[in-house]
């Protein structure tokens, strides 16, 4: 069956609530110090504000992927981005960190049902050959998210207060999602049987073996990248003596290696390959994170913040692609597990890099994910390869 052809004016839509999702996952990373002043807090116990989000965003799809496949992904979408202005307006007025930490719980919930959903619907709307560049144009979208969150909300929060940067961004999901939930009433869902369900959907994404294998490594990339990745604000901030607004910025250098990506992604597809692309983006990683690791001025975490962004894009739009092609019959369900299995990995790393905050140091949580990220990397491209050498799937 083919796909239909691709509807860009709701594609920019989601693309708006996608950019607002990512913003809110990765606004608390340059506040952290900030909040622990607020809430006289260590930083493993505000590090629950990051942990808790990402292990709500991935629990929670395995009800958004099957709720999509049934009711059809823009309504849902539009939906949870409506959800996502109650969690960051509780975020905004939370008198305690026992609120706050609730309030991203919420907001984690609701996100859930943004970002991931959008991918299925452009795995149902685009040919598996030009996936990967549609897929990198939405790269783009959550990557400026990205960026915001952590240098505008870093810097919202130093001029206006941390309280700020939430409200703003209950403004911008109640906007993006009243237009899209507008523009859902007009769109009609293939329909789809609901004699289904939701286990017999996920079991069947789970029996093929590769399916298997591209979730334990999205499992291994969340665990590895994205804890790394909260904890550079602090650690510049603590190291080096630099504003909190400073440090956002610094960080957001990892969202424009992560746009330029996805401005070279189609000359990159044709020469590297998916392989090459995988092993390319590991090395990267490592190089980055080592030099965060050891660096003796603030300077240094400039280049290496770019190259990681670049690296990470590199390897997880490689997993991306190969996670709408796991299932293409229960798509939605499909993609919402990669999610999950990505930010149960995210969840687990970023508790565990706090406990070795708390009781190392910061410097051995990027050397850490500096040794894992390139071996990650090359064995998925090997294993990339290898398939790619065998006949397709039915």
């Not at 006289?40 to 629950?48: E, L």
């Not at 979208?141 to 909300?153: D, K, N, R, S, Y």
């Not at 746009?259 to 070279?264: A, D, E, I, K, V």
């Amino acid at each position: 069956m083919s796909a239909r052809p691709i509807d860009t004016r709701t594609l920019r839509l989601m693309g708006i609530c996608a950019f607002a999702s990512m913003a809110s996952m990765r606004v608390c990373d340059a506040m952290l110090a900030s909040l622990a002043t607020e809430f006289s807090a260590t930083m493993g116990q505000v590090a629950w504000t990051i942990s808790g989000f990402a292990l709500a965003y991935g629990v929670l799809q395995l009800f958004y992927g099957p709720l999509g496949d049934r009711y059809g992904k823009l309504r849902i979408i539009g939906f949870a981005t409506l959800a996502c202005t109650i969690g960051s307006a509780a975020a905004a007025i939370s008198p305690t960190l026992e609120w706050l930490v609730a309030s991203r719980i919420l907001s984690g919930v609701a996100a859930a049902g943004i970002i991931p959903l959008t991918m299925a619907w452009i795995g149902d709307s685009v040919a598996y050959e030009g996936r990967q560049e549609v897929l990198a144009r939405l790269l783009g979208a959550t990557v400026f998210g990205m960026i915001c969150g952590q240098w505008l909300g870093g810097l919202v929060a130093e001029l206006a207060g941390w309280r700020a940067a939430f409200m703003l961004l209950a403004v911008v999901f109640l906007v993006g999602g009243a237009m899209l939930a507008k523009r859902a009433r007009a769109w009609v869902p293939p329909l789809r049987s609901g004699s289904e369900s939701a286990c017999c959907r996920m079991s069947s994404v789970l029996a093929s073996p590769w399916a298997r294998v591209v979730l334990l490594v999205a499992c291994i990339e969340g665990a590895l990248a994205f804890s790394a990745l909260a904890f550079i604000p602090s650690h510049l901030q603590a190291r080096f003596g630099i504003s909190m607004s400073m440090a956002g910025a610094i960080v957001a250098l990892y969202g424009i290696g992560g746009l330029l990506y996805s401005r070279c992604a189609p000359k990159l597809v044709q020469r590297l390959g998916e392989s090459g692309l995988a092993r390319t983006g590991g090395v990267c990683l490592g190089i980055a994170f080592a030099t965060i690791a050891t660096a003796r001025a603030w300077q240094w975490a400039l280049p290496a913040c770019l190259l990681a962004g670049f690296g990470f894009y590199a390897l997880h739009n490689t997993l991306q692609t190969h996670a709408t092609q796991m299932a293409p019959a229960v798509r939605g369900t499909a993609v919402s597990l990669f999610s999950c299995a990505l930010f149960f990995g995210q969840s687990l790393g970023v508790l565990a890099a706090a406990w070795i905050v708390d009781t190392r140091s910061s410097s051995m949580v990027f050397a850490l994910s500096a040794a894992g990220l390139p071996l990650l990397g090359a064995a998925f491209a090997s294993l990339v390869g290898r398939r790619q050498r065998q006949p397709r799937e039915a």
